[in-house]
Each structure stands twice: as structure tokens, then as C-alpha cells.
């Protein structure tokens, strides 16, 4: 039983994969290679306050290429969780035609980094399942995959909302801290409010879900970035209604195997 609801939360994951890469080119990765057009401009110069030495464009600069320094394991880790798979879409325009991972190109490195991501949040899924012993079903499915949206997508948003190339941003090993902590607290969060009855437990929820954002997510020193900020509220929304398609796939359809096939046996 518990080997059927793996194999049919892989095949979820790979059907919502496609789904996903198939939403990407057409909405993410557009914005993604608008924003690449920027990379490499100087952003607009301001005046500095008599009596104030130096400029903010290294500064920015540093910020804006910050995600793009050596990744640790943790942030290979976090890179590979999530379905988005900025570090696909934002390549040079100068290796389109060698590809970006063993000669591939850039849509075929998306497509199977979606896959495995997609495999990954559906196992993820059918774990947790498991372990409370609540079933992933057709009916219910599309409340899991809100949840996994939830919990992985937009609440850790809140705080440091989906980023576009030359966007500034605070230092990646302070980003993955907290996004990792986050995503924690909103998932056991979201667990006490969505499924148990108990008043306690939905306030010790809520009381979970908001603590990271009280504290507070890192942030650039400076936010200076030659990007149009409509832009990068473009790409936020777009990713992140991308993501929400994404787990709401991987929630029905993980439903609608778990009935049709393991059930059956």
C-alpha cells in the first residue's frame, strides 16, 4: 500500500512537472529574459548629500549579483525545492545555443529540473500524508496542493517575495535561513489550523504562521536596481500564480490516482 502511494505520488509529480514548464514558458520565463536586458546597466545615478563621499553603484551592484555567488549546499538544496527554477531560466543569452546543463538547452534543463522537483513535493505530499494519517483524495486535493502553496510559496513571499536578475536582495545565507524556517513553521501552522478542532491549536497556528514574519525577513541595504519595480511585480505575481497552478495539479491529481489505482488494490 505505502510503496502504490509513493509510485503514484511520483507520477503526480511528473504530470504536475510538465504543467509547470509548460506555465513557466509562457508567463516566467518571458519576464525572466525581459529583466536580463537590464543586467549589466548602470542603474540611474543619484545625487549624493554635500559632504557625503562615495557612490551606492557598487553597492548595489554587490546586492543585485548577490544571489548569484557561490551556492552553498543548503542553497542547492533550497534550489532544488523549489519548481520555479530561476537558476534555468536566468542564463546568458550567449550559451542559448550550447545549453545550459550537458549541452541541453534551456527549456529541456527546466523541464527536467520540474520533473524532479515535481516527483519531490509529490512524495513530500504522500509522506505527510502518511504520517497523519489524512489521504490525499480527489475531493480533497486541491486543499492539499493550496496548502503546499501555502506553506512552501506564499507565505515565506510575504517576506522576500519571487526575484528577478539585477533585483538587490539580502545575503543568500540569511534568505535560505529564514525562508527554510518559515516554510517550517507555516507548514506545522498550517496544520494545526486546517485540521485540528481544537481552539488552542488553531491559535498556536496562526501564532506560528505569523512569528517569522514578525521577526522579520532579511533585506538589501540598499535597493537600488535598474529593473522597473512593475516588472518585478509582474514576475511575483506570475510566479507565484505559476506555483499555486502547479500544487493544485499535483493535489487533484495525486487525489484522483490515490482512488482510481492504489484504493483499487
Known amino acids: ?4 502511494t509513493l509510485l503514484a505520488a ?17 508567463r516566467v520565463t518571458p519576464l525572466i529574459l525581459h529583466a536580463e536586458e537590464f543586467e549589466g546597466e548602470a542603474p540611474a545615478a543619484t545625487e549624493q548629500p554635500a559632504g557625503q563621499p562615495g557612490t551606492t553603484a557598487p553597492a548595489a551592484e554587490g546586492q543585485q549579483h548577490s544571489s548569484l555567488k557561490a551556492v552553498s549546499p543548503l542553497g542547492a538544496l533550497i534550489d532544488a525545492l523549489s519548481p520555479i527554477t ?4 536566468h542564463e546568458g543569452e ?5 545549453g ?3 549541452g541541453m538547452s534551456r527549456f529541456s534543463g527546466t523541464l527536467i529540473a520540474n520533473l524532479v522537483t515535481g516527483s519531490g513535493f509529490g512524495l513530500l505530499l504522500a509522506g505527510v500524508s502518511l504520517v497523519i494519517g489524512y489521504p490525499i483524495t480527489l475531493r480533497n486535493g486541491a486543499l492539499w496542493g493550496a496548502c503546499g502553496w501555502l506553506a512552501v510559496h506564499m507565505l515565506p513571499a510575504i517576506g522576500l517575495p519571487p526575484e528577478l536578475p539585477g533585483f538587490p536582495a539580502a545575503e543568500l545565507g540569511d534568505r535560505q535561513t529564514w525562508w527554510l524556517l518559515t516554510v517550517a513553521l507555516s507548514a506545522v501552522g498550517l ?18 504562521i505569523a512569528a517569522p514574519h514578525v521577526y522579520g525577513a532579511p533585506q538589501p541595504a540598499d535597493i537600488t536596481s535598474n529593473v522597473p519595480a512593475v516588472l518585478g511585480a509582474e514576475f511575483a505575481v506570475a510566479a507565484l500564480a505559476t506555483t499555486l497552478a502547479f500544487w493544485i495539479v499535483l493535489g487533484v491529481v ?9 484504493r483499487a488494490h
Open 94 to 98: 550567449h550559451e542559448e545555443e550550447g
Open 191 to 208: 496544520y494545526l489550523v486546517v485540521l485540528r478542532e481544537e481552539i488552542v491549536s488553531k491559535v498556536a497556528g496562526l501564532v506560528l
Open 86 to 89: 530561476p537558476a534555468y531560466a
Open 1 to 4: 500500500m505505502i510503496v502504490r
Open 254 to 262: 495525486s487525489g484522483f490516482i490515490n482512488e482510481r489505482f492504489v
Open 100 to 102: 545550459i546543463m550537458f
Open 10 to 26: 511520483i507520477v503526480a509529480g511528473l504530470i504536475a512537472g510538465v504543467f509547470m514548464t509548460g506555465a513557466q514558458e509562457l
